[in-house]
């Protein structure tokens, strides 16, 4: 696609050579056909440097680029609209059962749902309209499927699990498996422990999207519940009976202990750490690789660190120990020019 035609479709407004563009790539990585983009300033010698035919810039943008520039509203927006005109067309799945696919009698699938290799179905499962369900998956007896779901090789459901319509499950994601609880005694034989019962389900509202190799537990009684539009990264779990509200985002590696219940709006950044029956009020940041070992009503709205504070308190526990050692260094070289009076 010729540069001038792509600002035309983005909007913008092309200055340079008219170069012909055939995907889209970073600026330090990006070649001679690519397109690149920058938004912020700070970059500026990434974009002096780029091999990139076109960069996607701010139009207040004054720093200059060695190749073609096209001005636009928002780079970052206008480079995913240019990555989705440059990408392969996504692999189509064609209404049907795969002849290797085991699909239980008593299980109802609604129109054009494709089922791919080696998937299996249990008794009394429900799948809506035009869902998509690769190979390997497996849905277990009873469960319910919203319409237009698509999930990726490998996904696992296990008996009762419940999703709404719209939802996106990448390949490994894993829900209903039992959650964490045992019961510890000593008698007269000595230790005894017992696993305690996982009864309930997993539910997800309409269009909940879970990254790869991610896991949900099943509740011990009621419901794990994750409510609509709530996004979740790869790598993620999250335990028996945890309430997630809705419209909200937990990022890679982070754990939710048993019980807890999450606000609308969150944000839990990668590898926090959140205690077990406690509340985070709606609209709430959990930083990176912070511990939340108890509730947080709301009064701060972006907490960091290991037990989670304010930001302005972390920064100066963070900053004390550099402040003492800059002191200590002052005294000293105070001490000696006193000491050479």
Request: charged share 20%.
């Amino acid at each position: 696609m010729k540069a001038s035609e792509l600002a035309k479709v983005l909007g913008g407004t092309l200055e340079g050579k008219d170069v012909e563009l055939v995907a889209c790539g970073g600026l330090e990585e990006a070649r001679a056909g690519d397109l690149s983009f920058c938004k912020d300033p700070k970059h500026v010698k990434l974009v002096e440097s780029t091999k990139a035919s076109a960069v996607l810039l701010p139009k207040d943008w004054d720093h200059g680029a060695p190749c073609s520039v096209i001005r636009v509203k928002d780079p970052n927006d206008a480079c995913m609209k240019a990555a989705e005109i440059f990408a392969p067309p996504a692999p189509v799945r064609a209404p049907g059962i795969h002849p290797t696919a085991v699909v239980d009698p008593t299980a109802k699938l609604g129109k054009d749902v494709h089922v791919g290799p080696w998937t299996v179905i249990e008794k009394n499962a429900v799948i809506g309209d035009g869902c998509v369900i690769e190979a390997q998956v497996f849905v277990g007896e009873s469960c319910t499927v919203g319409k237009n779901c698509h999930f990726y090789p490998q996904v696992t459901l296990r008996e009762g699990t419940v999703v709404g319509k719209d939802c996106i499950l990448h390949c490994g994601v894993r829900l209903g498996g039992d959650g964490y609880g045992y019961t510890t005694s000593v008698g007269l034989t000595g230790i005894k422990i017992e696993k305690i019962p996982q009864l309930g389900i997993v539910e997800l509202g309409d269009g909940v999207e879970i990254g790869s190799n991610t896991t949900i537990d099943r509740a011990r009684i009621g419901r794990t519940y994750v409510g609509p539009m709530t996004k979740i990264d790869n790598l993620v779990q999250i335990g028996h009976n945890v309430k997630i509200a809705g419209y909200s985002g937990i990022i890679a590696q982070a754990g939710v202990a048993g019980s807890t219940q999450i606000g609308k709006g969150c944000l839990i950044w990668a590898q926090a750490g959140i205690s077990g029956h406690i509340k985070i009020a709606d609209g709430v940041q959990v930083g990176p690789q912070a511990g939340v070992p108890q509730s947080l009503d709301g009064s701060l709205k972006y907490v960091i660190g290991c037990p989670a504070e304010s930001m302005k308190d972390f920064g100066g526990r963070v900053l004390l120990p550099k402040m003492v050692a800059k002191l200590k260094a002052e005294v000293k070289e105070l001490k000696a020019q006193l000491a050479a009076k």
